[in-house]
């Protein structure tokens, strides 16, 4: 998808392309910056996916420049786990930051000077309230806010009290740093908002060098000048900071100042994205990391076997607009499904295998018959697959007393084994407790795929891999995570509604002799079944464990256009 970017014919333009046409039309900016600023508190899910292609793609367009930004602002909850995941994330999407790498916490420096240039300029003063009485003070939607007891203070009495801040000469949370703005203004973020908290906690990237810390409205705008930013695109959220944003910048003083503009969030039915949420997944064990099949997080989709060209046809059909609405998890499986079904060799696994023994075939002979690995793309080839006496069928594919319509084996019948030769069901063998465990079948050798037969035709083909020569592997089935019947979330309770059923492993599934050299990360389609991957996580060579990926049908349809 992100090819498409280079082409110049355009048949319509979001919003955020007409506001930088006319900024480059006015001369506003000579050149398109933008970032992708996460703050590394967790994993990336499939709504930043929205954001980082965004920004990436107009700098793109532009021919301009995209950067990662980490706004580690806050130490308490960010890690080098989460540093190293969003950038193998932002990566693997397609996102090219090039050594356009920052940190926030690189800057903390020159936002340190800002700050001391807004105390000289009155700007900001020291207050010592508590963070309870700063809310009471801040007044309501209704009610203008009042001006802190501290808020006189002088330029140089700020001033001193700040670097003695910065020095650790205060306990934490006994003083900040507020903007002196108006606290009677309609938008509280205006109300003289807090700047710099005291905060003695280690940081992953400055480690003990600093125990006061910038906010992040302070801190971002700065951020984005610094790196001469020219377009900050944000989500809606932001929307009634923007005021502060360009306050900040205003009274800083950048040359070029970076202009804010907000789009809507791209929000999905029945996933879990809270950070929180999902690392109480994780910590309780229900989950078995961030990256987890099951989560839609960009290493969970990545892992699960999902490809970043149908995360780019995903966000391009879900478009860019400043309304907010909710977007069908089928539409996604909708682009895996389109970006797999031409790229991925169509392979036979058994998932509930039963055997079948064809009591015509010759015993101890066995012959190799060729396969397309994908009739709609030739390019990938064609493929060996052993066949022999005995086989393994799907147990769905064989019933004694068959219900209307049923098409596959059952005692009379006749269908074509795929790639392979016709053969009708002649009986089967059961256990003391009457379940069947055999089935017995004969084959007619004139019918060999290829060979150009047309005496008969029969309505049913079915898959099947050969006993001797295929392996045993482990298959795990998903679903949602959630239960799509009561929601994502208890009203009452407010925990989420969990699937008991998100996954099943099938322990004994036989698979063709081609698949036991698969690699991490691959990706097959497993016929009649669905797409799966090559589980990374526990891999073992000549031992692939498999994901399923996505289901091979849905009700899922693209709007008309």
Same mark, same amino acid.
């Given at each position: ?31 398109? #910056?933008?970032? %992708? ?47 190293k ?8 999407? *397609? ?5 356009h ?12 000077e ?18 309870d009485?700063i ?34 000469? +205060? ?31 280690? =940081? ?36 009634? =900071?923007?005021?502060? +944003? ?25 996933v ?21 099949p099951?989560?839609?997080? #960009? ?11 149908s ?14 609405s ?30 079948l ?34 086989? +393994? ?16 084996? +059952?005692?009379?019948?006749?269908v ?21 465990t055999?089935? =017995? ?18 309505? *049913? ?11 045993e ?20 309770? *407010? ?60 009700? %899922? ?5």
């Amino acid at each position: 998808m992100l090819e498409e970017l280079d082409k110049k014919e355009t048949v319509s333009r979001n919003f955020i392309e007409n506001l930088i046409d006319r900024d480059l039309e006015e001369g506003n900016y000579d050149k398109v #910056i933008t970032r %992708f600023p996460p703050e590394p508190n967790g994993y990336l899910h499939i709504g930043h996916a929205k954001s980082i292609l965004l920004n990436y793609g107009l700098a793109r367009e532009y021919g301009g420049q995209f950067n990662l930004r980490f706004d580690d602002t806050n130490p308490t909850k960010e890690k080098t786990e989460f540093v190293k995941s969003i950038e193998e994330d932002v990566r693997w999407l *397609g996102a090219d930051f090039g050594d356009h790498i920052y940190f926030a916490s690189n800057y903390f420096d020159v936002m340190y000077e800002k700050a001391l240039l807004l105390i000289r300029k009155g700007l900001a003063f020291v207050c010592d309230l508590t963070a309870d009485q700063i809310r009471e003070y801040r007044g309501t939607l209704k009610e203008p806010g009042k001006d802190s007891p501290y808020r006189t203070r002088s330029i140089e009495e700020n001033e001193k009290l700040f670097r003695e801040m910065k020095e650790g000469l +205060y306990p934490d949370g006994s003083k900040v740093l507020r903007a002196r703005i108006d606290m009677a203004a309609p938008n509280i973020n205006m109300r003289d908002p807090v700047l710099y908290r005291i905060a003695r906690l280690p =940081h992953h990237n400055t480690g003990d060098k600093w125990c006061i810390y910038p906010m992040y409205d302070f801190a971002h705008p700065i951020e984005d000048a610094v790196e001469g930013v020219s377009h900050s695109i944000c989500t809606l959220e932001f929307e009634d =900071h923007r005021p502060l +944003y360009d306050w900040v910048v205003e009274n800083t003083e950048w040359p070029h100042p970076p202009r804010q503009i907000e789009f809507a969030k791209m929000y999905l039915t029945n996933v879990v994205t809270g950070k929180r949420y999902i690392k109480k997944l994780v910590e309780s064990g229900i989950v078995d990391g961030w990256d987890d099949p099951r989560l839609v997080t #960009i290493a969970a989709l990545r892992r699960r076997g999902f490809t970043p060209s149908s995360i780019q046809k995903f966000v391009e059909l879900a478009g860019v607009s400043k309304a907010d609405s909710s977007i069908d998890y089928a539409m996604l499986e909708y682009c895996v499904r389109d970006d797999l079904k031409l790229k991925a060799s169509r392979m036979m696994a058994v998932l509930n295998p039963i055997k079948l023994v064809i009591d015509n075939y010759p015993e101890g002979q066995s012959e190799l018959l060729e396969a397309d690995n994908n009739l709609e793309n030739p390019n990938l080839g064609k493929r060996m697959i052993p066949f022999s006496r005995e086989l +393994y069928i799907e147990r769905d594919d064989f019933m004694e007393q068959p219900v209307p319509k049923y098409k596959r084996l +059952y005692p009379g019948n006749e269908v074509r084994l795929m790639h392979a030769y016709f053969v009708k069901a002649t009986g089967c063998e059961k256990d003391a407790d009457g379940n069947i465990t055999v089935v =017995h079948c004969e084959y007619d050798p004139e019918t060999k795929a290829g060979s150009g037969f047309s005496g008969r035709k029969v309505k *049913g083909t079915i898959h099947w891999v050969s006993a001797a020569e295929s392996f045993e592997a482990e298959v795990r089935l998903f679903e949602n995570l959630v239960d799509e019947e009561k929601g994502v979330y208890d009203k009452e309770t *407010g925990e989420l509604n969990l699937n008991p059923n998100s996954l099943k492993v099938v322990k004994n599934a036989r698979l063709e002799p081609a698949l036991k050299a698969a690699k991490p990360f691959d990706s097959f389609q497993f016929v009649r079944s669905g797409f799966y991957n090559v589980d990374v996580k526990n891999f073992e060579e000549g031992k692939p464990v498999f994901n399923r990926i996505v289901t091979l049908k849905s009700s %899922f349809k693209l709007p008309k256009s």
